[in-house]
């Protein structure tokens, strides 16, 4: 920052340096009869000013001028733009520093996203091996129930097939004792005599009669 | 409901009144009719079909319906009624029905109690363990 504000005053001297050697220029061939005089009056330095062409009031008043304008240009130019420059200085050393730990969690956020992508990995293959072992024992587990099943099923029919073999064997034996029984009762009613009905009947009510003895 | 019970009560004192040492009688039944036709209960006819049925049950517990498919020996008949006065310990009259449905025997009915001793009934016991 100093050597850009000694360099920015060099720039702006020189034009005022240019200016007042032309005027000393212009100002010299006076001068070569006055320094002359000063040679005669005055002492070594006075004439070397002379041959120079310095003029000290011109000097000091150029002196004064540059440092006003130094200062006027330090004050609202050059203290802005070093305060401007500063500050971008900071924003890019803090973007810098931002960038870096950004970097830094980009990089965590990465080992992270590894580390959760290889747990996720090996979740899953878990859940994965989990499901299969799950599945296979429903799948064994249905297997039994529809075995179970198919057995209670068999037996239900064997147990229905029978009761129906039961069912028509009452009915059969129904059937024939009803026929034996209606034949029995036409045959006796055609076959016995009166004779034989009234004895029978006499001896039952005897049977009856005595039943309670 | 408590009427109905008053005449339930009042028909089984009038059928205990219809009995003649134990057994109904038309005479005593005509008595406690012509007792209720002095009275004229309130409920008239109602206490006289409750009587009825009292009394229709009491004869069926003193007869035995003798159902027999030909006539039956009079000793034969005095013999049940014999045995089951005594069975029932009240005297019980013997009332033939013809039944040719019998084929042969006897079929008796005290009340609800029934005696089969008829072929029919024999041949139709079979068939039933038989089936």
């Known amino acids: ?213 | 409901m408590k009427r109905d019970q008053k005449i339930t009560r009042l028909a089984k004192k009038l059928v205990e009144l219809s009995k003649d040492n134990g057994v109904v009688t038309e005479a005593k039944v005509g008595e406690v009719l012509a007792g209720l036709k002095q009275v004229q209960h309130r409920h008239h006819l109602t206490v006289l079909k409750t009587f009825l049925n009292y009394l229709r049950r009491e004869i069926a517990l003193q007869t035995a319906v003798v159902s027999t498919p030909g006539p039956l020996s009079g000793e034969a008949l005095r013999a049940i009624e014999a045995n089951y006065s005594k069975m029932y310990d009240r005297p019980i009259t013997a009332v033939t029905k013809k039944d040719t449905s019998l084929i042969a025997g006897v079929h008796v009915r005290v009340g609800d109690d029934v005696y089969d001793a008829s072929v029919a009934g024999r041949l139709q016991r079979l068939a039933e363990n038989v089936s």
């Not at chain 1, 091996?129 to 429903?138: G, L, W």
């Open chain 1, 1 to 213: 920052m100093k050597a850009i504000f000694i360099t920015l005053l060099f720039a702006l001297s020189l034009p005022l340096g240019l200016f007042s050697a032309e005027d000393l220029h212009a100002n010299s061939h006076n001068s070569v009869s006055v320094g002359a005089e000063h040679v005669e009056s005055g002492g070594v330095i006075s004439e070397l000013a002379g041959n120079f062409g310095i003029s000290w009031p011109t000097l000091v008043a150029q002196m004064v001028n540059f440092c006003i304008v130094a200062l006027v240009l330090y004050k609202f130019a050059v203290k802005p733009i070093a305060a401007t420059l500063d500050e971008r200085q900071q924003k890019i050393a803090d973007g810098l520093q931002y960038a870096e730990e950004m970097k830094a969690q980009l990089a965590e956020a990465e080992r992270e996203r590894a580390e959760k992508i290889k747990q996720a990995a090996i979740d899953a293959q878990k859940i994965l091996t989990e499901s299969r072992e799950q599945s296979k024992e429903m799948i064994e587990q249905k297997t039994q129930e529809a075995a179970a099943q198919a057995e209670a099923i068999i037996r239900k029919a064997s147990e229905a097939t029978e009761l129906e073999r039961q069912k028509m064997l009452s009915d059969v034996r129904q059937e024939v004792a009803r026929l034996v029984v209606a034949t029995s009762s036409k045959v006796l009613s055609r076959d016995l005599s009166d004779a034989e009905k009234q004895t029978f009947s006499d001896s039952a009510a005897k049977e009856l009669a005595s039943a309670g003895n």
